[in-house]
């Protein structure tokens, strides 16, 4: 194929009139054509994507080169930060001789620029607090995460139908076990035995002992209030988007529950967002790091509900990118879904890489340009196979690509940047400490202390203590159903989507 016929092609199937981010430029047999653009229409941003490929591969650097170009564009990105060293994009990158190659290269002039970063953290100690309510989060994600089986799952959702018709707002681990203490073998047990049902006490002690099995893993912290509030993802700073960073470094033996928690916060976009229609750019676009921890030993209807939250949350003008190891990695109702690939270099070594090479190949436009087993194999860092949806919504030639390099620092920022940004952080002090409303604990113990009063004739009753802490084994050794929780720990965790918010009416305004 020739040079000429080559740039032609790729410039027809990715030169856009409307605003669009650069890739980079496309490769042909091993020459890098900085004539043969690659870009991506912002408005397509919202049809989801997916950057995969093998370790070391540069699949991070992507993220940040497309997060970089987004803020710029004045859309807010959301983006797990899987080994902490995604912070360096609050800062200036400084032009090196590799990175002044591959800018020469692409025929393009490298400006080091910072960006507006806002930084979370699932511990607190990390960044911004980030939280929610057991409510929000809602009986079908935390039977995931519980690792419950259907008999166990039915109960925890008879727990929170009992806690929604009693208005009981359930705000932490403690409010939960209240409640569960309280139907099982407290005056609630004979009280839902028409309407809910009977709940018997070995499943309760089972649920009751898996929840003891999180609080002891620090799972319990991201419980709580101040829960966190979407509409500080829509910040911009200068016209720029502020870009999110949840940190989860310190906390990268717990991937299930960071992965939980970034579709939790994706399942309240999609509840409490707008619809937008067809915007010529996204209102946020939310980065899925580590996607395979999504969907391991996911049932059916945990798929059929993610696949209905990536069909429609498109309306609400968010997009969406998955990013994961391989293809397959991806269920195939999410993947038909997402219109934008970039993959990274396939490593071929065992006969099974063989083969998801040979899938992977099935999912990209064919092209006449490139041998595409064989060039899957032979891409170098920072280069990718490449199909997108052009501004109709038709997917382009697939190209191998030379991608552009990020601006900013690749590599985490110093301890006293780090630590600067948080002190000047309006968001790390709102969700800094803890709120302990008035809430499913307090209140099932004023009714219990109103009905013994009422039972013994109001005479002196020895009334329990107050609630103070909240946290730790007090409650749990204390209730009738602790007595026969063993001293197992279930170790592994995992989330489902939709949970019910109880954030107050002025919370729920109009986001725009």
Known sequence: MTKEKFIDAIKKSYSTPLPSIYLGAGVLDGEIIGEAKVNLPLRMMNRHGLVTGATGSGKTRTLQLIAEQLSVAGVPVFMPDMKGDLSGIAKEGVANDKIKERADALGIDYTPSAFPVELYSLSGKLGAQMRATVTEFGPALLSKILELNDTQAGVLNILFKYAD???????????LKKVLN???EGPGAAEIKGDYGKISTATSSTILRKIVSLEQQGV??????????????????????????????DIQNQPAIFSTFMLALLAELYQRLPEAGDLDKPKLVFFLDEAHLLFK???????????QVIRLIRSKGVGVFFCTQLTQDIPPVVLGQLGNRVHHVIRAFTPNDVKALKETVKTFPSSEFYSMEKQFTQLGTGQAFITVLNEKGIPTATVVTHLAPPTSVMGPLSSSEYEEILKNSDLYRKYKDTVNPQSAFELLEERMKAQTITQEEKSVVKTTSSRKEKSTFDQVLSSPVAKQVGREIVRGVFGVLFGKSIRSTSRKRSLF
């Open 220 to 249: 319990d912290q991201i419980f709580g209030e101040t829960s966190f509030d979407i509409d500080d993802f829509f910040e911009k700073v200068d016209g720029r988007g502020v870009i999110s960073i949840l940190n989860v470094s």
């Open 165 to 175: 018709d009693k208005n009981l707002p359930i705000v932490d681990f403690n409010d």
């Open 182 to 184: 309280y139907l099982t």
């Open 297 to 307: 030993d996911a049932p059916k209807a945990f798929l059929d509900q993610i696949d």
